[in-house]
């Protein structure tokens, strides 16, 4: 909206004291003849905005002007600016908005505590995009615009529509009953229920959503963690899962446990190994998991894992014991 904009747009030169029109046009992510037109009616409206000519030029306010907003300290001001950074918002399509609401917190805090509050947010880094490994961790892609109708629907208490691809399976649209939405590891799921049954949707599979007039049968309460918790749950107890009995180093345990669905058992083994007991969803995806580790980890039950796991070493010794 244009009036958030030009709130935005006065609390960057707040904050950096003078900008050009096209840094103002890529913070806001919109057009250089945008921002001009903005900067008028700024000025229209009484907000002591001024231009510099040449070459270090752009729009500046007047010295002395604030907006008034109040009420935090330093270190709740940290808090929003450290929780602000943080890549969730943008699986929810908010990354916009939040961009706005921390140039607010920032600009809300005396002029004493401004600087040294987003200095020190500058020095926390939370979920970069790669590991240590420089593994890139890609979040999914999702329209802002399917988010804001599903954020719309969920907050109004209203039934929603979506075009829903499940995996293997042709789109077609749905009624849903909102519940609330989770991030996981950078995805977005939509908790809802359908004609009664508790359902799950990963965001990124919705190609298109409509928040309808009718109410949504819902509880007035949620406890979303519980929700997620006993969703998860359910979900692991379905499906074709088996059970595997394996050693593995202890410095790749967090590698295996962070790709099982559950732990069963865990001891110590006779040659510094641990002896898990762990379940995976399905054959392949025990497979997948062991043969991650190479031979860090060694598969013990069952059998049919031993001998899987065996043809495909196999199998890639005999590709590469030959020249090219």
């Known amino acids: 909206m244009r009036a958030d904009r030009l709130v935005s747009l006065v609390l960057l030169l707040r904050r950096y004291g003078r900008l050009s029109a096209a840094a103002l046009a890529r913070e806001l992510e919109v057009s250089t003849r945008t921002v001009l037109r903005d900067i008028e009616a700024l000025s229209a409206a009484g907000v002591p905005v001024y231009a510099e000519r040449g070459r270090h030029g752009g729009f500046a306010l007047l010295p002395g002007f604030r907006t008034e907003l109040t009420g935090l300290n330093h270190d709740e001001a940290l808090a929003l600016l450290v929780a602000g950074s943080r890549r969730g918002a943008q699986a929810f399509g908010l990354g916009s908005a939040l961009a706005s ?5 920032v600009d809300a805090l005396p002029e004493s505590y401004r600087d040294t509050a987003a200095g020190a947010a500058d020095r926390l880094l939370i979920d970069p995009e790669t590991d240590l490994l420089s593994r890139r961790l890609v979040a999914e892609e999702v329209p802002d615009a399917m988010v804001a109708e ?13 075009h829903y691809a499940a995996a293997d399976q042709t789109p077609r649209w749905r009624t849903v009953d909102p519940i609330g939405l989770v991030t996981v590891r950078e995805r977005g799921y939509l908790l809802a229920t359908r004609s009664g049954a508790d359902r799950t949707y990963r965001l ?14 819902r509880p007035d ?6 929700a997620w918790q006993e969703r998860g749950t359910r979900f692991r107890a379905g499906g074709d899962q088996v059970t595997v009995l394996v050693l593995v180093d202890p410095v790749r345990r967090e590698d295996l446990v962070g790709t099982a669905l559950a732990v069963l058992a865990e001891e110590a083994g006779p040659d510094g190994r641990l002896r ?14 062991l043969w991650q580790l190479a031979t860090n980890a060694e598969a013990l039950a069952p059998q049919w894992l ?3 796991l065996r043809d495909r070493a196999t199998a890639i010794a005999a590709r590469y014991g030959a020249s090219p």
Do not use: C, N, Y
């Open 150 to 162: 599903v954020l719309r629907a969920v907050f109004a208490g209203h039934k929603l529509s979506i």
């Open 101 to 105: 609401a921390m140039l607010k917190v």
């Open 221 to 226: 309460r949620v406890d979303l963690h519980r």
């Open 306 to 308: 031993r001998d899987s």
């Open 204 to 217: 990124s599979r919705i190609l298109a959503a409509e928040k309808l007039a009718e109410p949504a049968q």
């Open 276 to 289: 898990l007991e762990v379940t995976f969803q399905d054959a392949r995806h025990a497979e997948w998991a």
